[in-house]
């Protein structure tokens, strides 16, 4: 089993940063690719950003493209978003989630492991 926590969400201003991370226990993920979704109120689960197990191969959302980061820390079993130019749109809460699988992919049904998400508000 895989348990995962996020940390890092809040609220922040538009044009702010946030940097979130995920942090992994139970077993190593190093070989597990992992993703970043979102929930605003009202609409479903939407694809953020995926990473490969290897860090080589990563996927954004169109709406993120050029804004957010995804990275990697296997040594630290630990998956960052580092969020900038963040816009109110951008407001909802964050998941982390693993794939038993080298490559990522954009349906939530793909992971088989969820944290409990952190909220990231952004004010206009």
């Known amino acids: 089993q895989v348990q995962l926590v996020e940390s890092g969400g809040g609220l922040v201003q538009a044009g702010g940063s946030l940097r979130l991370s995920c942090a992994a226990s139970?077993?190593?993920?190093?070989?597990?690719?992992m993703g970043w979704f979102r929930q605003a109120p009202g609409k479903e689960r939407e694809f953020v950003a995926g990473?490969?197990?290897?860090?080589?191969?990563?996927d954004y959302a169109d709406s993120v493209k050029g804004r957010f980061t995804i990275s990697r820390d296997n040594a630290k079993n630990t998956v960052y978003l580092q969020m900038n130019s963040l816009k109110p749109m951008d407001t909802a809460v964050y998941y982390c989630?693993?794939?038993?699988?080298?490559?990522?992919?954009?349906?939530?049904?793909?992971?088989?492991?969820w944290g409990h998400g952190t909220q990231v508000t952004v004010s206009s």
């Open positions: 139970g077993r190593s993920v190093s070989d597990y690719a």
């Open positions: 990473i490969s197990w290897s860090g080589y191969t990563k």
């Open positions: 989630a693993s794939r038993p699988q080298a490559g990522t992919h954009y349906l939530p049904s793909r992971y088989d492991y």
